[in-house]
């Protein structure tokens, strides 16, 4: 992505260049997404309020190539909450287990309907996610491959959407590390 000085990064939401040690960075394969701190609180955007700063998702290898090769995250919009994410972080199942990208958030649309998404997206009908009323759609930036992927490694797998502060998402070495000490413990007690 960008990085002129040791110690200083550019921000990926409005482009300034800050101190790392004030700001948060991600470490990608080619380079770092960063934030600065002004950023990290809610951003306002095309009279949007983009108010979270990374929304994790489970995703089928479907929904992934549809990120990589469109630049679009679809979901029904029953499964999102009034938060909006600066970042869309992607964690995929089965063999892989595992937070492998993230893209940050152009735009949003709501409430979008069926047809529409269906002409859009050329999704075809025997999707199982595809057969809801109304759809968020999300606009990303390029997919990036994170660095360090991060693992399941013996925790639950992600089922379902949640939000982290970009700084805990930077921060985190493992899944388990953006599950929050309540999460755990319960996992712990079911084994």
């Not at 080619?30 to 609180?41: A, Y």
């Not at 949007?48 to 489970?58: A, C, E, G, S, T």
């Amino acid at each position: 992505m960008y990085r002129k000085e040791i110690g200083k990064s550019k921000c990926e939401i409005c482009g300034s260049v800050f101190d790392k040690s004030k700001g948060s960075v991600i470490l990608i394969k080619d380079g770092e997404i960063g934030i600065c701190p002004l950023c990290h609180d809610d951003v306002f955007k095309d009279g949007l309020r983009y108010n979270v700063d990374v929304m994790i998702v489970p995703v089928s290898e479907e929904s992934l190539k549809l990120a990589a090769e469109n630049g679009v995250y679809i979901c029904p919009s029953r499964y999102i909450s009034r938060k909006l994410p600066k970042f869309i972080a992607f964690y995929r199942g089965a063999k892989i287990g595992a937070i492998t990208n993230i893209a940050k958030v152009i735009d949003t649309a709501s409430r979008v309907s069926r047809q529409k998404v269906c002409a859009f997206a050329r999704v075809t009908t025997d999707s199982d996610w595809i057969n809801e009323d109304r759809f968020e759609i999300f606009e990303l930036g390029p997919l990036a491959t994170l660095k360090f992927k991060l693992i399941k490694d013996h925790c639950a797998p992600v089922q379902s959407r949640f939000y982290r502060s970009f700084r805990q998402f930077a921060q985190a070495r493992m899944l388990k590390d953006l599950y929050g000490p309540s999460r755990i413990s319960s996992e712990l007690r079911r084994k």
